[in-house]
Each structure stands twice: as C-alpha cells, then as structure tokens.
C-alpha cells in the first residue's frame, strides 16, 4: 500500500513539473534546483551571483524554507525579485509550489529562475520540479564524507559548489576524498571550489552558468 500511495504523490508532481518544464522552454528561462544541507551557503551565494552577474542576465529567485522569508528579504536586497514559499514543515519542494510561484512572480521576462529548495540532503533531490539543471553545495565544515553519505543528491548535481573554501586552511577537509566519491557515484558533474563570502571561483561559477544556459536552450 505505501509503495503505490507513493507512486501517486510522484506521479501528480511529475506532470506538474512537466507543465513548469514547458513553460521555462518557452520563455526561455534557465531554471535551477539549488540543493544543500542547511547554512552551506545557498542564499549568500545567490546574492553573489546575482549581484556579479549584475545586468548581464535578469534573474528571478523562488526561496523555501520551512518557516521565514528572511531569505526571499536578503534576495530582494540585490534587486531581484524573489517569492518565499514556507512548506510549514515539508523537507523539501513541490512542483504545484513551484507552478504557484511562477504565477505571482513576473517570471516571463526572466533569464534565469534559481529555486532554492529546503536545507536538507536527503528529500530535495526526490522531486522533479521541472527544472534544466541541478546545482548541489557541499560546504567544508559540513565534513568531506558527505557526498559517499548522500549519494543519491550528488549523483543528481550537474555542477556541485564546494563552498566556503576559504575555510579550508583550517578544518581538516580531504578535497582528493570528496573529488573521489563524487566520481564514483557522478563523473559527468561540474565541480568547482568557491567562497560566497569572499568571491573566490565566481568567474568560473558565472561562465558556467552563462555556457550551461547556452547548451540547455539549444
Ligand atoms: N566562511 C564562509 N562563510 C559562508 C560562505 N557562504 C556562506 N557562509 C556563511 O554561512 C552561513 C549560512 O549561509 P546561508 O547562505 O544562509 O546558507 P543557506 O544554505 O542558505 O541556509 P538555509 O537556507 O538555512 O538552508 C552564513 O553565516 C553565511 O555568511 C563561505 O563561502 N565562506
Ligand atoms: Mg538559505
């Protein structure tokens, strides 16, 4: 019984994120699933970006969080446009909260949409919620045996962040551990190190995204 309960929970969510996926296609929009634990960096790196990609590319930014919209705030604090949807105790997003989303923001006239899904490893990376890509962070004092813990996340990343390298110096952290057990579960990801505190690996992050959005509208 739970097996099938399940199966249709996942199937309502697949077609409304087949409906959310044709209409990024339309509009021409980079829609990205951001995917962490939580405080790995999602929301300072969003601000970052935004702010260093400045009038190259309009980016809009649909935030969950279980409770708070203190994180649409700091978004709305570059100038970007953001909608909070509190899931009020749900660990990860839904495709139907994505799809209300879009509606209230002006999303037609944006070049790339972020979602930044629920702090949590596990939940998120179940739910198709019509995106074009998945970003995953791992940040270094979250510990280097995360991605052979968490491998069905990791596994789903087209690029993977490794952020707040800047405290690398001085938290034991074996980066050659980590690119190893990514490997062994994703050789096809992207990995860059970053800092969204300080910058470090933006220039590499933001061609990224400039040449990942040229390849997905295609
Ligand atoms: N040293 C350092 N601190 C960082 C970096 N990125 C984020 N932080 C800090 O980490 C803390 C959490 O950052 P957030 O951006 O709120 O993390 P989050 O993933 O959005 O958190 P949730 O939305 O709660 O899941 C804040 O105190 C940030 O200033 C980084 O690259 N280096
Ligand atoms: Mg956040």
Request: contains cysteine; glycine residues 8%.
């Amino acid at each position: 019984m739970k097996v099938s309960l399940n199966q249709k929970i996942l199937s309502r969510n697949d077609q409304i994120a087949q409906q959310n996926r044709e209409f990024f296609a339309q509009n021409g929009i980079l829609c990205l699933n951001v995917i962490s634990s939580p405080g790995s960096g999602k929301t300072t790196l969003l601000a970052r970006t935004i702010r260093y990609l400045g009038d190259r590319l309009k980016v809009g930014v649909i935030e969950g969080d279980i409770r708070t919209d203190h994180d649409a705030q700091r978004i709305r604090e570059t100038g970007a446009e953001a909608v909070q949807i509190e899931t009020e105790g749900a660990c990860h997003l839904s495709a139907e909260q994505v799809a209300a989303a879009l509606k209230v923001m002006d999303a037609a006239s944006k070049d790339i949409i972020f979602i930044e899904n629920v702090g949590n490893l596990v939940c998120p990376s179940a739910f198709d919620l019509g995106e074009s890509g998945r970003v995953v962070l791992l940040s270094v004092p979250e510990g280097d045996d995360k991605p052979a813990k968490y491998p069905g996340t990791f596994a789903g990343a087209n690029i993977i962040l490794v952020n707040k390298i800047d405290l690398i110096d001085y938290i034991p952290f074996r980066l050659e551990r980590v690119l190893a057990d990514i490997q062994a579960v994703n050789p096809e990801a992207t990995i860059l190190q970053v800092s969204a505190e300080t910058g470090q690996g933006f220039d590499a992050w933001c061609d990224w995204l400039v040449s990942y959005r040229a390849a997905v509208s295609k």
